[in-house]
């Protein structure tokens, strides 16, 4: 990946059989459901209240198992390999659509109903392995672009499945047997990819199974709430389905009343966000510079409520004309502006989505992932009952659908809002993430020599202001920054060093106290276990060069032994917020924009050999003539 794009991916057997899995069990999933309601709906000549009875039952009859079993499934995922219980789960689908095509056949809606139930076991057992994988079988870069891909093939698959399903079960007279045939193929095409996936050695081999589902579930609900860092991004997953939940529950009567579309419509609809969450999703991977960027979640949620606010405002009324084909309403005037809100409300999601799932993945404990993805998937169903409850009670109010997209939009603020405040770091990597993109275009080379577990300390020639950010943008793991005390205070950039728990420090003239505070912080910042990244000239360079490293960089590793690893920051001199003094000692405007800066590492070097000298030798050199 470190040469090629996230569609790499798709041509490694550690990747491409599991995607194809995956995306064939969500076509599958879909396809059933949409032939059941057009089977239900057209063909077994009921009446309007059997038709309703049975559209309202079969959601809560699929979301049931995901709050039974869903514990359960975490502790299978984590206890056993993970690629044979996937064939299992695909066996399973197997004699669960063998059992649907009989029902479709003798019109039996009691076994479709009953089936139905089955698939939502299936995305039950098969949820917490699906998430919990990814990590075994892809690099850390990687992991934004697998979740982006998984993400935008299962949007699609939905997508196809849906018009597949629904489409072949409206044929006159065979459409029973082709909606058969297809969700037979696609179950057994799911195993035949299935058995191409390389084992996934179980995580946590020795977990001592619990029978018992309701305390599985409040211990998995436990686990979750331990890191409140992985518990909101849970929470921010979580509300996502209810927004989406929402929404989507709208869309059919949306269709039909506001936008006077016929089905095609309603399909153009479903393509169009299902589009933009593949486009969004597969953009995070280039906008985050392939490591977990939690900066793109509040970029997310307000696109999500942007656009959902205008949806409300570009057709608040009903439409004057019915009957509209697709092509009919692409042409009618303004209907191009609720397209495009349907398009970025899915590119926004994908934006908000991936690196939610993919933040979950990196911070779990690898031996507890699959359990915490069990909370996860139980708090999903707990919202998106609670999103079709809100749903029904903003209807019996007398809201029009228009203004029920308002109300969610409005809530989305309310609620990003509070998630940003009980965890600043979302907020915090977001204006560093705007910042760092609007001025610079960055590369990095070696970052891999950053150990991916355990302390260390990292040391780094100072040419800005921004120059924290930039090193913090680029290295996969949290750092714990050590920064002049003038710096640490200058606005906006304070919050999101506070907010990152960097480190001020000061000269021994100005403040001893504070030198003497941040050298006990810095020790315990590495006692713990953390990425520890410190200055050693002590200022911003004045004329471009590196000025000589301190001894303080002597003085953190005598006390505390760990790898020292030397990075260098190319091509920052003259950029924005570098220092170009005068002879009145005050810093000229900056004269460089969106400056091509790299972020270069070498390897790591043992506490007993890193003196301040050999340290700025060897940024001297990884940085070259380039200042």
């Known amino acids: 990946m470190s040469d090629s794009n996230q569609f790499a991916l798709l041509a490694t057997r550690r990747f491409a059989p599991f995607f194809a899995t995956q995306a064939l069990g969500a076509f599958n999933d879909n396809a059933f459901r949409q032939?059941?309601?057009?089977?239900?709906?057209?063909?077994?000549?009921?009446?309007?209240?059997?038709?309703?009875?049975?559209?309202?039952?079969?959601?809560?009859?699929?979301?049931?198992?995901?709050?039974?079993?869903?514990?359960?499934?975490?502790?299978?995922?984590?206890?056993?390999?993970?690629?044979?219980?996937?064939?299992?789960?695909?066996?399973?689908?197997?004699?669960?659509?063998?059992?649907?095509?009989?029902?479709?056949?003798?019109?039996?809606?009691?076994?479709?109903?009953?089936?139905?139930?089955?698939?939502?076991?299936?995305?039950?057992?098969?949820?917490?392995?699906?998430?919990a994988i990814l990590p075994q079988v892809l690099k850390s870069q990687e992991l934004v672009g697998g979740n982006a891909l998984v993400e935008t093939g299962t949007s699609l698959a939905i997508l196809t499945g849906m018009i597949a399903g629904g489409g072949l079960m409206a044929v006159s007279g065979v459409g029973p047997t082709l909606a058969s045939l297809l969700a037979i193929g696609i179950a057994v095409a799911g195993y035949l990819a299935s058995r191409a996936i390389p084992p996934a050695p179980a995580t946590a081999p020795g977990l001592r199974f619990e029978w018992n589902p309701f305390v599985e579930t409040w211990r998995v609900l436990g686990q979750v709430r331990r890191d409140r860092v992985v518990f909101n991004a849970v929470l921010g997953i979580s509300w996502f389905w209810f927004f989406g939940g929402i929404f989507t529950a709208q869309l059919p009567n949306y269709t039909r009343l506001y936008l006077g579309g016929t089905d095609t419509v309603a399909i153009l609809v479903l393509a169009l966000f299902s589009i933009g969450v593949g486009a969004g999703s597969l953009l995070c991977?280039?906008?985050?510079?392939?490591?977990?960027?939690?900066?793109?979640?509040?970029?997310?949620?307000?696109?999500?409520?942007?656009?959902?606010?205008?949806?409300?405002?570009?057709?608040?009324?009903?439409?004057?004309?019915?009957?509209?084909?697709?092509?009919?309403?692409?042409?009618?005037?303004?209907?191009?502006?609720?397209?495009?809100?349907?398009t970025l409300l899915g590119v926004f999601a994908g934006f908000y989505i991936v690196p939610l799932f993919a933040l979950v993945q990196s911070r779990a404990p690898r031996e507890e992932l699959s359990r915490v993805i069990a909370g996860n998937n139980i708090l999903n169903a707990v919202f998106m009952v609670a999103a079709a409850?809100?749903?029904?009670?903003?209807?019996?109010?007398?809201?029009?659908?228009?203004?029920?997209?308002?109300?969610?939009?409005?809530?989305?603020?309310?609620?990003?809002?509070?998630?940003?405040?009980?965890?600043?770091?979302?907020?915090?990597?977001?204006?560093?993430?705007?910042?760092?993109?609007?001025?610079?275009?960055?590369?990095?080379?070696?970052?891999?020599?950053?150990?991916?577990?355990?302390?260390?300390?990292?040391?780094?020639?100072?040419?800005?202001?921004?120059?924290?950010?930039?090193?913090?943008?680029?290295?996969?793991?949290?750092?714990?920054?050590?920064?002049?005390?003038?710096?640490?205070?200058?606005?906006?950039?304070?919050?999101?060093?506070?907010?990152?728990?960097?480190?001020?420090?000061?000269?021994?003239?100005?403040?001893?106290?504070?030198?003497?505070?941040a050298f006990e912080r810095i020790d315990q910042a590495l006692a713990e276990g953390h990425l520890v990244c410190i200055f050693p000239e002590g200022g911003l360079t004045r004329d471009g060069a590196i000025a000589p490293f301190r001894g303080g960089v002597e003085r953190i590793v005598a006390r505390r032994p760990v790898p020292v690893v030397p990075l260098a920051l190319r091509g920052l001199w003259g950029s924005v917020f570098s220092r170009h003094d005068t002879a009145l000692g005050r810093a000229r405007l900056p004269r460089r924009f969106r400056a091509r800066v790299e972020l270069v590492a070498g390897a790591p070097i043992a506490a007993g050999e890193a003196s301040a000298e050999r340290l700025e030798q060897r940024v001297r050199e990884l940085r070259g003539e380039e200042a």
């Open 285 to 342: 991977e280039r906008l985050s510079g392939r490591k977990v960027e939690i900066g793109l979640v509040p970029l997310g949620s307000i696109g999500l409520s942007l656009f959902g606010i205008d949806l409300h405002f570009a057709q608040p009324g009903l439409a004057t004309t019915q009957g509209l084909g697709a092509l009919a309403f692409l042409a009618a005037p303004g209907h191009w502006r609720i397209a495009l809100d349907l």
């Open 389 to 517: 409850a809100l749903g029904i009670g903003l209807t019996a109010l007398g809201l029009s659908i228009p203004q029920i997209f308002l109300v969610v939009a409005l809530l989305n603020i309310a609620v990003a809002a509070y998630i940003y405040t009980l965890v600043p770091e979302f907020l915090m990597r977001f204006l560093s993430w705007l910042l760092v993109s609007l001025l610079y275009r960055i590369r990095s080379q070696g970052l891999d020599q950053v150990p991916a577990h355990g302390p260390a300390l990292l040391v780094c020639n100072h040419v800005s202001y921004m120059d924290a950010l930039i090193v913090a943008g680029a290295v996969r793991r949290p750092l714990r920054f050590v920064m002049y005390y003038r710096i640490f205070r200058i606005p906006v950039l304070s919050f999101i060093f506070r907010t990152a728990k960097a480190i001020p420090i000061a000269g021994h003239r100005e403040d001893p106290a504070l030198l003497e505070e």
């Open 35 to 131: 032939a059941l309601i057009v089977l239900v709906a057209f063909h077994l000549g009921l009446g309007d209240a059997a038709v309703g009875f049975y559209s309202n039952l079969a959601p809560a009859l699929f979301i049931l198992p995901f709050f039974l079993f869903s514990a359960s499934a975490g502790q299978l995922a984590e206890k056993y390999e993970k690629a044979r219980l996937i064939r299992y789960v695909k066996l399973f689908e197997i004699g669960a659509m063998l059992l649907a095509a009989w029902g479709f056949h003798s019109g039996n809606v009691a076994l479709l109903l009953g089936v139905l139930f089955l698939m939502g076991l299936h995305s039950t057992v098969f949820g917490p392995i699906k998430y």
